[in-house]
Every structure is written in structure tokens, then in C-alpha cells.
């Protein structure tokens, strides 16, 4: 007890009344620190976790986090944030502030520039004077997606060679490769021989691998060796195209196609049967992937080309009756998509799974539902649709959770309310304070008499300690009122914020219902845009059979001419 009170701060002692009293009063009368502006160290952690929030695209939270910091970071985080959400023109003027500063020059000038180059309507900027800025004050990443924008635009303007020029001053990585693959498809397009994209995309790929993200190098080879593979075959070099194929890996999203690409180029060399092995492997991968519709169709031609005519012909069979039961695949997912709406139907349906985790495995995703919403995500509308409907799914579910804590903070603040004793009671649980404090500060004083030099002082401020409590708390009546105005202010302020959330709730359902609406008929498009791609087949399929069967049947009417 002697050594308790060294450590009791004046600050507390507020505090310590209303426990004396028996805590009515607990949380509206204790001592509280001064409100001001945020500490250095609590803006720090705000801005973490907004860069964590924009990494993670959650561009509402980062802009709540950050909304009225105005450091250099903070400020381009919220830019940052407006881009993501869509606000590109309310970002601007934050970036202009920003290519003003000494910091994130570099990042604000790209920014920019990718703001005009994606049609914001207040960019009033020179995109090219812009993106030399960006290169000159920026670094790492920032510069090379400056100077791949700049290689592009030269492309933009049928300059291929002078865009080369511009990437052979980049670093080894990402951007650099994916600019020389769009070179190559340049001179792909506008060279009769497939020389100069090969050279191209060689250098792509000896640049992707050098890439910092290994997951990110590695996809981006597979993507440019089918493209090195497809230009190779096209040549009818078929050894060229057979190397460049074989290195894709087998997990990866471009391997249907590359196994009916190799199958090509072993058929071309005469290798029927080894190209029927890299078909039936493509076979097993859904019909929505590139290249499985034609493995299916290629492996009949294949057993017609080694002159098994009754085996070419059940393949062909089997392929009409592969692509007819896609068909009603197709035809049912439409019609969930029209009951359930495609958010629930494909991107909700694709996440669930009836498997338990240690039964499932990475052939999951290669189900027709996942498989199509994958071909959808392709295309830039696709993903742009997927992503609306996300974020608004995602700021629903926030707003939510922020209505359920406003009433938790109601209830209790409802319940400290109710809790608050009455001037009576008060008064009596004073006056029995008051005899506890007093007792106390007698036996304190006697036990000071038997104390060394250093104790008693201990005791003594003890004892001052106590005459203070008394102080406080014979002033806690006179602050019941103020006590309970706060309570009731508190609970206007609530029930506003509570009809302000409503409100935002009510404009953000009718925003999810246009955005639900429109991937429904993006997805209702793309899903009639595949019926029709597995009919064309189909009626190929059914062309094959048909003409075995007239071949057949010369046959036998020759055979049976013969004496």
C-alpha cells in the first residue's frame, strides 16, 4: 500500500473517485487526454495501412484512412485511390500539387499521363512531355512503365523500329518484354516472314525471365512462346515451332492451345500419331479454352490421315456429341444467369466448392463455369464489369459492418445512460466514500508515525492524494447534468450518422443493381457468342462424318463394281 502511491499520477485522480463512489460515473467523468491533431507515429500507421488497403484494391478504405493527411505520401495515396475507384478527374489536381513537390515526382507525372492516355476529361497534358518527366524523376518500376508508354505510343504511330530503340534502354524485366512482344506483333503484321518477330520475341523472353516476379515472368513466357510457336507454325518451320511449344508448361493457362499448336507442327512433320497424343491430351481441358474445341475435331482427322476411316469416324461422332452436350452446358448457365444474375451465377458459384479441401485439387478450376468466367475475364470489359460489381459488393458489406457498429455503440451508450445513479444516490454513495476516505487518511496518518524518513513521505503523499479525491468527488453531483447533455449529444450524433449510412446504403444498392445488370447482359452476350463458336464446330464435326460416310460408300460401290 506504501508503495502504490509514488506511482499515482495527479491525472488519475478523477478517476479513482468515481471507483471510490462505485463507477456510475466511469465513463463520462474520467480524465481523458486531450483531443488535437494526430501524433507523427499514429499518421504513420494510418498511411500503412492505407498502402496496405490499395495494395489489396480497397481504394474506399485507403481513401478513409487518408482523407485529411496532406503528407506527400498521403497525398498520393488518395490519388491513388480516386484513380482506382474510377475518379481519375478528382485526382488530378492532387497530382499536379504532387509534380510540384520534391517527392513521388516521378509516380504523380506517370499517373498523369496514364490518366490522358485513358481519357480523363479534365487532363489537360502534353502525354509525351509527361512521360519524359516520369523518366527523368522517376525510378525502378515507375521509370520502365514510363518508357514502355513511351515505346507504345510510338508503335501507335507505325514506328516499330524507333519503339525497339526506346526498349533497348530498359531494364531487364516485365515491361520490357511485354514491349518487345507487342513489337513482334507488329512486324508479325506487317512482315511476310516471321524473322524479325521471332528475333523479338526472343529477347522477350530472355527479359521475362529476368523479371523480379517470378509468377508474373513465368506466365508472360508461356504467353510468348505460344506466340513464338503460332508464328513458327504459321512458316510451316514446324522443328522451330515444335521447340518453342514443348518449353510451355503444362500449368499453365495457354496450355490447350499449345498442345493443339504442337500437335500441328508434329503433324507436319509427318508425326500423325505422336500429334494425336498431344490432342488427346488437349481434350481433357474444357471446350471454353482456345485449342480444346480443335483437338477434339483434329484427333478424327488424325486417325483419317492413318486411314483408320471407322476410328476417324466415332471420333467425329464423339466430338458432335461432346460439343451438343456443351451446348446445354451453355444453355443452362444462361438461364441461371438470367434468374440468379451473373454475379451470383458464375463469380459467387465459381468461389463455392461441395468438395472438402483435402478431396479438392487444381482441377476444380478447370470446371465449365470457371473455365467460361475465365474466357470472360479475358477482355478488358469483362474485368472492368467483374471489378464494379466487386467493389460495390465489397462497400456494401463495409457499410454493413459500420451500421452494426453504430448500434452497438447506441446500446451501449444507451445502457451507460440508463446506468447514470440519481442525485440521491449519489449523495449517499458519496457520503460512504466519504467516511471510507477519511478512515483511511487516519490510519495512514498513524501508520506515519512509525515510519522511517523515507516512508513518511510516501505516506504523506498518500495522504494529499486522498484530500484531493475528496475534492473531486464532492463536485460529481454538479456534473451529472453536463454528464448526461454529453450522453444525449452523443446519441444525436449517432441517430444522424445511422440516417446518413441509410441513405448511402439506399444509393449504393441502386448502383449494385445497374452494375449487376450490365455484367448480365455482358455475360448473356459472351455466353451466346460460345453457343455459336461449339455450333460452328459442331456443324464441321457433323461435315466430317458425312463425308467418311460418302467415302465409305465409293468405297464399297467400287469394290463391289470390281469383278
Known amino acids: ?283 481433357k481441358f474444357p471446350l471454353a479454352f482456345p485449342g480444346a474445341v480443335e483437338a477434339w475435331l483434329g484427333m478424327g482427322q488424325g486417325y483419317d490421315e492413318l486411314g483408320y476411316l471407322g476410328q476417324a469416324g466415332e471420333a467425329f461422332l464423339a466430338a458432335n456429341a461432346a460439343f451438343d452436350s456443351e451446348q446445354v452446358t451453355l444453355r443452362s448457365l444462361a438461364e441461371e444467369v438470367r434468374q440468379r444474375g451473373a454475379w451470383r451465377a458464375m463469380v459467387e458459384a465459381s468461389r463455392a466448392t461441395d468438395l472438402e479441401w483435402f478431396l479438392a485439387d487444381n482441377r476444380a478450376l478447370a470446371q465449365p463455369r470457371q473455365a467460361y468466367l475465365l474466357r470472360f475475364a479475358e477482355s478488358a470489359d469483362g474485368q472492368s464489369a467483374i471489378a464494379r460489381v466487386a467493389t460495390l459488393a465489397e462497400l456494401f458489406r463495409q457499410l454493413q459492418s459500420r451500421k452494426s457498429d453504430l448500434e452497438i455503440f447506441r446500446q451501449a451508450i444507451a445502457y451507460r445512460q440508463a446506468s447514470i445513479p440519481s442525485v440521491g444516490e449519489l449523495e449517499t454513495r458519496l457520503g460512504r466514500a466519504d467516511g471510507r476516505i477519511g478512515e483511511l487518511a487516519d490510519r495512514l496518518r498513524r501508520t506515519a508515525a512509525h515510519a522511517g524518513t523515507g516512508q513518511s513521505e510516501q505516506v504523506d503523499s498518500l495522504v494529499q492524494t486522498l484530500i484531493d479525491l475528496r475534492t473531486v468527488y464532492h463536485r460529481l453531483p454538479g456534473d451529472r447534468p453536463a454528464v448526461a447533455r454529453s450522453l444525449n449529444q452523443h446519441l444525436d450524433q449517432l441517430a444522424l450518422l445511422e440516417h446518413r449510412l441509410d441513405g448511402l446504403v439506399e444509393r449504393l444498392v441502386r448502383a449494385r443493381e445497374e452494375a449487376e445488370a450490365m455484367l448480365d447482359r455482358q455475360m448473356l452476350s459472351f455466353l451466346s457468342n460460345e453457343e455459336e463458336r461449339i455450333r460452328f464446330a459442331q456443324d464441321r464435326a457433323e461435315q466430317q462424318v458425312v463425308y467418311l460416310y460418302e467415302h465409305l460408300a465409293l468405297r464399297k460401290l467400287e469394290q463391289e463394281a470390281q469383278p
Open 1 to 283: 500500500m506504501l508503495g502504490w502511491g509514488r506511482y499515482l499520477s495527479r491525472q488519475a485522480i478523477r478517476t479513482c473517485a468515481v471507483l471510490l463512489v462505485g463507477g456510475g460515473l466511469l465513463v463520462s467523468v474520467s480524465q481523458a487526454a486531450p483531443r488535437g491533431t494526430a501524433s507523427a507515429e499514429h499518421e504513420q500507421i494510418r498511411i500503412r495501412l492505407a498502402q496496405f488497403s490499395v495494395a489489396g484494391g480497397r481504394f474506399a478504405e485507403a481513401l478513409a484512412r487518408v482523407e485529411d493527411l496532406d503528407s506527400p505520401l498521403a497525398l498520393l495515396l488518395r490519388a491513388e485511390s480516386l484513380v482506382g475507384s474510377g475518379r481519375s478527374d478528382q485526382a488530378i489536381p492532387i497530382l499536379r500539387q504532387l509534380t510540384a513537390g520534391e517527392r513521388y515526382r516521378g509516380q504523380s507525372w506517370l499517373m498523369l499521363a496514364e490518366a490522358a492516355m485513358n481519357g480523363a476529361t479534365s487532363v489537360e497534358v502534353n502525354i509525351e512531355q509527361a512521360l519524359d518527366n516520369a523518366v527523368r524523376y522517376g525510378h525502378g518500376e515507375i521509370r520502365e512503365r514510363a518508357r514502355f508508354h513511351q515505346a507504345e505510343l510510338l508503335r501507335a504511330q507505325s514506328m516499330p523500329e524507333r519503339a525497339g530503340q526506346v526498349l533497348a534502354t530498359m531494364e531487364p524485366g516485365y515491361w520490357a518484354a511485354v514491349g518487345y512482344q507487342n513489337v513482334a506483333s507488329d512486324y508479325a503484321r506487317i512482315d511476310r516472314s516471321p524473322a524479325r518477330s521471332l528475333v523479338a520475341l526472343r529477347v522477350a523472353l530472355a527479359l521475362a525471365s529476368e523479371d523480379a516476379h517470378v509468377a508474373r515472368g513465368a506466365s508472360l513466357k508461356s504467353e510468348l512462346l505460344l506466340q513464338a510457336g503460332y508464328l513458327a507454325l504459321q512458316a510451316e518451320d514446324f522443328s522451330k515451332a515444335e521447340g518453342f511449344l514443348k518449353d510451355i508448361a503444362l500449368d499453365s493457362y495457354v496450355t490447350p492451345e499449345a498442345l493443339f499448336f504442337h500437335g500441328q507442327a508434329l503433324a507436319g512433320r509427318q508425326n500423325v500419331r505422336e500429334a494425336m497424343q498431344s490432342w488427346h491430351r488437349a481434350k
